[in-house]
C-alpha cells in the first residue's frame, strides 16, 4: 500500500532508524528519491528517442506510463484556408492605415486554418505492475542514472532485497524492465494494462500482453492510425500464469518485461504501417538476447552521446542528498553540483527524446500521460521547439537535430501547398505551430497564429548544425529547404509605406499585444532580425555549393532593404517597427522575441554591437526576470550573452527553485514544458562558452559560485571541440580539436589568440592571462 501513502512510508522509514535509510547511489549524475512517486512530476523519465516511459517506482503497484512518438490524434489532413488569399490584401491595407483591430478580425475570419487548432500528441497507456508483498518496507531509494540512462528502483521487505531496472533501448526499440531479487522465488507480480484510447488489452501465447487500438480524432471520434504495444514476459524458475488481460507471474527468481509499441504512422501522409507485424518483430528479435546484452548495448548507445561532455562545477555535501531536498532547498549556493546535473539532465532529456529517426522533441520531449495535453504538447514554433535544440549542437549532441532537420523537410511540402493557397506565394511557409501532420496554416486565432515566420526560424537550426560539423553533404541536403524558405518572403515581404523597408505583413511579435488591442502589425523586430539570418545563411549556403548567383545577389539586396533594428525613447531595442514598448499592455511578457538577435542570433553583440547591446539589456530590465519555465531560459541565455555573471546565475537559480522545476527536475511553466529543461543547459554552457560573432570566447559569463571547474567536449562553429579548466575564477587551460580542419579565434576577456588546425589536431593553450 506504501506506494499510495508516502505518510506511512515515512513513518516505516522514521521507527527503522537510520540503518534503513537509503544511501545516495554510487553514480553522481544521478536523481534520486527515498519515496515513490506520487505524482506524475516526481516519476522518473527514460526514453529512446521514440519509445517513453514516466517509472512511478511504487511498491505496492509499479506504474509505466507510456508514449510512442507517433501516437498523435487524427489523420492527414490540410488546415490551408483558401479564402485568406483575397483577404490578404485588404488585411495589409488595414494595417498600414493603422486600424490593427480590423485588420485582426478579418484575418480572424478569413485567414485561419481550417480547423482551427491542431492536433494532439496523445499516451498510449500504463504498464501495471502490482506486487502481493507491500508491507514493511525499508532501505527504499528510486534513482536515475543519467550517465547509463537507467531507473532503478530497491528496497527491502522482509530481510528480501527487490530490484527493478528499466531502460528504453535505441538499439532494440523497446522498453526492458527486470524484477530481481535476493533470495531465490521471492519475485511475484501481476502485470496488467490500461488506456485512455479506444483500445483492448488480450493476452497471447500465454505470456505477452497486447493492447491494440486506434487513435483518438479531432472531436472525440476515431483517428486515423492503428497502433499496437506488447509486452513480452519471461521469467526464471517460478509461473507464469496468463489471465484475462493479465498475466501473473509467482515464485520467480527473476522476471525480464520486454515492451514494444508500434502506430501505423510512416510518415505525415501515409498511415498504412502494420503496428501488430512490427511489435512482433521487435519483441521476437531483443527476445532473442540476455538482459545483459540488452543492458550493454543500450548503455553503449547512450555514453557514446552522453560521455561527450563532462561537467564539473564542484562539488559539496549538498550534492548527498535526494534530488527532491536539494531543488527545494532555497540555498542554492551552497550546491554548485545541482547545476551540473541539471546540465547533464537536459542532454540526457535530448538523447532521450530526440533520435535520429524519431520525431523531433515536442512540447514535453515525448513524455505525456494524457489524450490532451497543455497546447497539445505540439510543436510551437515561435520559441518552444526552436529552445529545444539550443543545447543540441554546442552540447555535443548534433546528431539529436536530425529529427527536426526531416521535420522541416516534410514541412517544405506542407508549406508549399499553405503558400500557395493562402498567399500564391512559392516557397513555403510555417506559422507559430506544426503537428505530425505537418499542418503549416495560422492556427488557435490571429493574437497568436498569424506568424509567418515560424518556418524561418527552424532554418536557423538546420544551419547551425552545418556550422558546427561542417559537412558538405549535408548542406546541399538542407539548402533547397532554405532556398524555398526565402523564396516565400521574396514573394511576400511588402514595402512599408513610412521608411519604405521591406517588411512582413501581416504578422505580429509572437504573443505580445501592442497599445493598438492586438498583436497583429507590420515588420515586427523579431520577424527581421530572424530573416537577416535566413538570408545570410542561405546566401553563405549558396556560396558555399558555389550555385544560384543571381538568386544570392536579389537575397542580399532584399536583405539590405528590411527594416533595421531601433532603439526606443526608454533606451530600449524596439519590439515593433514604432516605439510602442512602453505603451504595450504586457510590459513583462514572457516572450522576449526581440531580442533575438542578441541570442539565439548573434546580430547583436556585446563587442561588435555594444549601443544595440546595451538596448537589449534596457529591454531585459524593462521584462523583468520572472517568467515562465522557458522565459527564464531564455532570459538566462540572453544574459549570459551580455556577459553578465551574476545576473546569469540569479537567473539560472530561479530556474532552479521548486516553482520552476518539478522533483523529478522537469521545467515548470507551469505545467510541464521540457523547453526550460533544455534552456537552462543551453545557458549554463553560454555562460561557458560562447561560440559566436566570429570567435570562441571562453569563460564569458563565470559566475563567483563557480571559483573552480571544468568542462571537456563543448563544441563550437567550424567544428571545433573544447576542454576548459578554471581556478579562482580564472580560466587555467584550454585545448582545442579541430574535427574539420580550419582556424578559429579564442577569446579570454581582451585576450585573443588564432588558431589554424589541420583536421584531427588540437592545440592547448596554457597559462592563459
Ligand atoms: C506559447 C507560449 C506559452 C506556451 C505555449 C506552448 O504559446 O506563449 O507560454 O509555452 O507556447
Known sequence: ????????????????????????????????????????????????????????????????????????????????????????????????????????????????????TQMPYQCVGDLLLTFPDANGVTDYRRDLNLDTAVATVAYAIDGVRYTREVFSSPVDQVIVVRLTADKPGKVAFTAGMKTPQKASVTVESSHTLVMQGVNGGPRGGAGALKFQARVAIAASGGRVVPGDGQITVSGADSALLLVAAATSYKSFKDVTGDPEALTKETIAKASGKSFEALLQDHVAAHQTLFRRVRLDLGTTPAAQRPTDERIRDPNKENDP???????????????????????????????????????????????????????????????????????????????????????????WVTHHNADLWRASAPIDGPQWGMWPTGGAWLCLH????????????????????????????????????????????????????????????????????????????????????????????????????????????????QEWLEDWDMKAPEMRHRHVSHLYGLYPSDQIHVRTT?????????????????????????????????????????????????????PNMFDAHPPFQ????????????????????????????????????????LRARGGFELDLQWQDGKLVNVTVRSLAGGSCRLRYGAVTRDLSLPKGQSARWDGVE
Open 1 to 116: 500500500m506504501i506506494g499510495t501513502q508516502p505518510a506511512l512510508l515515512t513513518l516505516i522509514l522514521a521507527l527503522s532508524g537510520s540503518a534503513a535509510l537509503a544511501q545516495p547511489p554510487a553514480e553522481p549524475l544521478s536523481l534520486w528519491y527515498r519515496q515513490p512517486a506520487r505524482q506524475w512530476v516526481e516519476a522518473l523519465a527514460v526514453g529512446n528517442g521514440r519509445l517513453g516511459a514516466m517509472v512511478f517506482g511504487g511498491v505496492a503497484q509499479e506504474r509505466l506510463q507510456l508514449n510512442e512518438d507517433t501516437l498523435w490524434a487524427g489523420g492527414p489532413y490540410d488546415p490551408a484556408n483558401p479564402e485568406a488569399l483575397e483577404a490578404w490584401p485588404k488585411v495589409r491595407e488595414l494595417i498600414f492605415a493603422g486600424r490593427y483591430r480590423d485588420a485582426h478580425n478579418l484575418i480572424g475570419q478569413k485567414m485561419m486554418a481550417k480547423p482551427l
Open 337 to 427: 553540483q545541482l547545476a551540473a546535473l541539471y546540465f547533464q539532465f537536459g542532454r540526457y532529456l535530448l538523447i532521450s527524446s530526440s533520435r535520429p529517426g524519431c520525431q523531433p522533441a515536442n512540447l514535453q520531449g515525448i513524455w505525456n500521460d494524457s489524450m490532451n495535453p497543455p497546447w497539445q504538447s505540439k510543436y510551437t514554433i515561435n520559441i518552444n521547439t526552436e529552445m529545444n535544440y539550443w543545447p543540441a549542437e554546442p552540447t555535443n549532441l548534433g546528431e539529436c537535430v536530425e529529427p527536426l532537420v526531416a521535420m522541416v523537410m516534410d514541412l517544405t511540402e506542407t508549406g508549399a501547398r499553405t503558400a500557395k493557397t493562402m498567399y500564391n506565394a512559392r516557397g
Open 610 to 662: 555594444p549601443d544595440l547591446a546595451a538596448a537589449v539589456r534596457k529591454s531585459l530590465e524593462i521584462r523583468g526576470d520572472e517568467a515562465t519555465g522557458w522565459g527564464i531560459g531564455w532570459r538566462l541565455n540572453l544574459w549570459a550573452r551580455l556577459h553578465d555573471a551574476e545576473h546569469a546565475y540569479q537567473i539560472l537559480t530561479m530556474l532552479l527553485r521548486p516553482e520552476r522545476t518539478y
Open 674 to 713: 521540457i523547453d526550460g529543461n533544455f534552456g537552462g543547459t543551453s545557458g549554463i554552457g553560454e555562460m561557458l562558452l560562447q561560440s559566436c560573432a566570429g570567435e570562441i570566447e571562453l569563460l564569458p559569463a563565470l559566475p563567483k559560485a563557480w571559483p573552480r571547474g571544468s568542462v571537456t567536449g
Open 462 to 573: 538546420l544551419w547551425d548544425h552545418y556550422d558546427y560539423c561542417r559537412d558538405q553533404e549535408y548542406l546541399a541536403r538542407i539548402y533547397p529547404a532554405l532556398k524555398g524558405a526565402v523564396q516565400f518572403f521574396l514573394d511576400t515581404l511588402v514595402e512599408e509605406p513610412k521608411h519604405k523597408w521591406l517588411v512582413t505583413c501581416p504578422s505580429l511579435s509572437p504573443e505580445n499585444g501592442h497599445p493598438f488591442g492586438t498583436s497583429i502589425c507590420a515588420g515586427p523586430t523579431m520577424d527581421m532580425q530572424i530573416l537577416r539570418d535566413l538570408f545570410t545563411n542561405c546566401i553563405r549556403a549558396a556560396e558555399t555549393l558555389g550555385v544560384d548567383e543571381d538568386f544570392r545577389e536579389r537575397v542580399a539586396a532584399t536583405r539590405a532593404r528590411l527594416a533595421p533594428n531601433q532603439i526606443g525613447s526608454a533606451g530600449q531595442l
